[in-house]
């Protein structure tokens, strides 16, 4: 029986309709509008368009868009300055550091110099520290992602098994701690488990978030389990995920596509968090 191909653009297509309303009645009751400022150091053709997507997205929701871009040679003090002229304007509820920035600037020291309340990529210490206590604040737009996707298909995610493949601070940690809180059972592989596929293939929910192009196969799959797959690669055949799609679908019961799954969802949730953020700032009187 053929799996249930999970349609990211379609779930973020509803999300992103969520936010425009949400942004009409914030502006409604306040004659605001949520503001998110996109910063880019260096000229990398990649995150350039991240970028223009992101400021086009903010666009069709209503969002104010506030750009600043600095040169491939901008030091970390040039940078450290649009970020806190930046945290200063009350106009601007969330901010986003294109990351990776240059060489020479440290990206967790200039995350740790966004305001956590404008921290809308939800990578900061604080908001990190957060979702590990299960408290409120900013999360992760992909790990987000991720959750929205399972609920829209009516995947149970409490009590289930679920195997996140990959521990990074940016996709793995965080959606472990997103899935302990919906009362997921949680495991996290990484390059030092043991019997990788064994431990992947007792999964109800599998999420592959390593960065290796199709390194998931039919073999990490229990048959009937749901298989998310965060990977963007980029090879000579076009992007591919993390996941062998081709063979996985053999054996799973739902299975993300890429391009197609994840990745919409990725700015979708960045536009939900900046509309949250201005809310809460709105909330303290601080908009």
């Known amino acids: 029986m053929a799996p249930t191909i999970i349609d990211g653009k379609a779930v973020a297509q509803r999300v992103r309709a969520e936010v425009a309303q949400g942004v009409a009645e914030f502006f409604k009751r306040t004659g605001q509008r ?28 209503g969002i104010e868009g506030f750009h600043r871009e600095l040169s491939a040679d901008a030091s970390q003090g040039e940078v450290a300055e649009v970020l806190e002229e930046l945290n200063a304007m009350a106009e601007v509820s969330g901010i ?27 990578l900061s210490a604080i908001n990190a520290g957060l979702l590990a206590q299960g408290r409120p604040g900013l999360r992760p737009c992909t790990p987000s992602g991720v959750i929205e996707l399972l609920d829209a298909y009516e995947i149970a995610i409490e009590g289930a098994q679920a195997v996140v493949l990959g521990r990074s601070q940016l996709v793995g940690r965080p959606l472990a701690a997103l899935l302990i809180e919906r009362n997921a059972t949680v495991t996290v592989c990484h390059s030092r488990t043991r019997d990788l596929a064994g431990v992947c293939a007792g999964a109800d929910i599998l999420i592959a978030a390593v960065g290796v192009p ?33 063979s996985a679908k053999t054996r799973a019961g739902a299975i993300t596509p890429v391009p197609g799954g994840v990745g919409p969802m990725t700015i979708a949730c960045l536009l939900r968090n900046t509309l949250l953020a201005a809310q809460e700032a709105s909330a303290r009187g601080l908009r």
Not at 103 to 122: E, F, H, R, Y
């Open 214 to 246: 199709k390194m998931v196969t039919a073999e990490f799959i229990k048959p009937g389990a749901t298989v998310i797959d965060v990977g963007i690669n980029r090879t000579e055949a076009g992007l591919v995920g993390d996941v062998d799609f081709q």
């Open 34 to 61: 949520p503001g998110l400022a996109t910063v880019l150091v260096g000229d990398d053709p990649a995150s350039a368009v991240y970028v223009a997507n992101k400021r086009k997205a903010c666009e069709e929701v």
């Open 96 to 122: 986003l550091l294109q990351l990776p920035a240059p060489q020479q600037i440290d990206d967790d020291a200039m995350v740790a110099l966004i305001d956590p309340a404008k921290d809308v990529d939800g």
